[in-house]
């Protein structure tokens, strides 16, 4: 499956550009520590933007390609940041055939963003998962840690508006 790129601009701080040169620093003599890297950077970004996987590739003095095939071969990565308030969506077998697939597209439809994307305010983001765990309440979704659970797409809206 293809990770989604995110098409919002990158909204790093020197704070956190810092923490990255530091990172890069203790790291760049030993080309194996790339992941360790990456994991570091992610940690203080949240996510892998272009920008950021550049600035790693020039201070670990690997190609470019090689940090984007990390950052997409591994599942841990994200190229796209999360909301405020990170929905995320079953999509499991008894969500499923209990409609969080209408759930899924109503979110999409109400935010005006795609699966693995983020509102461009960052106050949301949206993503499918495939079972958290609660079939007894199917369908589910999260937002954030929060369970939502015997969903129609018509709640929807209410939910969105709580996190508003």
Do not use: W
């Amino acid at each position: 499956m293809l990770k989604k790129v995110s098409t919002l601009p990158h909204q790093g701080t020197a704070e956190q550009a810092q923490r990255l040169a530091e990172v890069i620093a203790k790291y760049k003599d030993d080309k194996s520590n790339l992941m360790t890297v990456m994991q570091e950077a992610q940690a203080i970004y949240d996510y892998l933007p272009i920008e950021i996987q550049t600035v790693i590739a020039k201070g670990m003095d690997v190609p470019l390609e090689k940090v984007y095939g990390v950052a997409t071969f591994y599942a841990q990565f994200s190229l796209t940041p999360k909301g405020e308030n990170h929905i995320s969506v079953c999509l499991g077998t008894a969500c499923y055939v209990k409609g969080s697939g209408e759930i899924y597209e109503r979110l999409q439809e109400e935010l005006g963003i795609g699966g693995d994307e983020c509102t461009a305010d960052r106050k949301f983001s949206l993503a499918a998962c495939r079972c958290i765990g609660a079939c007894g309440l199917a369908p589910v979704l999260t937002v954030n840690e929060e369970v939502y659970g015997r969903l129609t797409a018509d709640d929807v809206p209410d939910i969105i508006r709580k996190h508003s």
